[in-house]
């Protein structure tokens, strides 16, 4: 299956414009993501963005980049406008603001749908056992069976341990894998209750009855929404070195 990687950069970022040129040791916050998704091998990677800024940043460091519209609602749907033209089976949306996500993670991802014929969608999740995290509505987390398939993701802490001994939390990664007639299904419906209320897009695709499966990743959860989350990505990277 040929696969297609598209890594949606909006400039226009509400908390922190211009943030996928925010510089992370040196290197702008989406060429750390396209390195990663270049590094897994797995297909050609495309940079969606509404901005020619960005676009221009790409084109200097060697990457390509694709104009969509200023219009769209969400990653996905950048992803989709991307990829409306190009031949793939699977399209993986690798999202620009996640400078420190492992190729492992990307190929985990693909792995995913190319193994599970009933999976629709993929993505990734890692144990979660910090209680500040687990309490914080900005990050994400998943109830899921043992097979691997997502039963819900929510920002409140889930599942509810009334026995603690069996408990598992997750903590979702923001990357997720689509089959081209999932992706193509997933834009043309409308925003869900679900979604709504917890501003989670994934959650459309399970009120539509898809399925969603998740591999188990060990990662560096590290989301650049703000200026905060790029002083801690600088820490960790300190950290490592």
């Known amino acids: 299956m040929k696969t297609l990687i598209v890594v949606p950069s909006r400039y226009g970022s509400t908390r922190f ?3 996928v040129l925010a510089k992370l040791d040196g290197k702008p916050i989406v060429q750390w993501c396209w390195e990663a998704a270049r590094a897994a091998g797995a297909g050609d990677v495309l940079i969606a963005t509404e901005d020619r800024r960005v676009a221009d940043a790409v084109k200097a460091f060697g990457g390509e980049a694709v104009l969509t519209s200023d219009q769209c609602q969400s990653g996905t749907d950048r992803v989709f406008e991307a990829a409306k033209d190009k031949k793939a089976d699977l399209i993986i949306n690798v999202q620009g603001d996640q400078p420190l996500i492992k190729a492992e993670t990307i190929k985990g991802v693909i792995e995913v749908l190319v193994k599970n014929p009933d999976a629709d969608i993929s993505t990734a999740v890692m144990r979660l056992d910090d209680e500040q995290r687990l309490r914080n509505p900005n990050v994400v987390k998943a109830a899921m069976a043992e097979s691997g398939r997502c039963l819900y993701f ?4 889930i599942p509810y341990p009334r026995n603690p001994a069996t408990a598992r939390t997750w903590e979702h990664l923001g990357i997720y894998g689509y089959r081209r007639a999932t992706l193509d299904r997933f834009v043309s419906l409308p925003p869900s209750p679900l979604e709504l209320t917890e501003s989670l897009e994934q959650l459309r695709a399970l009120e539509a009855g898809m399925t969603i499966f998740a591999c188990v990743v060990s990662d560096v959860p590290v989301a650049i929404d703000t200026p905060e989350d790029l002083s801690r990505a600088e ?7």
Do not use: Q
């Not at 929510?154 to 802490?157: F, K």
């Open 17 to 19: 414009p211009a943030k």
């Open 154 to 157: 929510s920002r409140s802490p």
């Open 235 to 241: 820490t960790f990277l300190r950290k490592t070195k």
